[in-house]
């Protein structure tokens, strides 16, 4: 799996991305290897919250693919 991510230099050094894709995940670091990072574990952690409250009936499926 592919995302766009944006990279911003920080006013107070250091900087910060955002994933558009991913409403809310963002992440920051004092150097771009620290910033990589962190966006990777952002990125994981984003897509591994999982629903508590999913409403289903009998004709629902619920499936964990890996992208």
């Known amino acids: 799996m592919k995302v766009k991510v ?3 230099e920080a006013e107070e050094g250091g900087f910060w991305a955002e ?3 991913l409403p809310g995940c ?3 670091g004092d150097t771009c290897e620290e910033l990589l990072q ?3 574990e952002a990125i994981e952690g984003y897509l591994s ?3 508590e409250t999913i409403k ?3 004709n ?3 499936l964990d ?3």
């Open 6 to 8: 944006i990279i911003h």
């Open 19 to 21: 994933v558009p894709a």
């Open 26 to 28: 963002a992440t920051q």
């Open 38 to 40: 962190n966006l990777y």
């Open 49 to 51: 919250v999982d629903i």
């Open 56 to 58: 289903t009936d009998d």
């Open 60 to 62: 629902t499926r619920i």
């Open 65 to 67: 693919i890996a992208v």
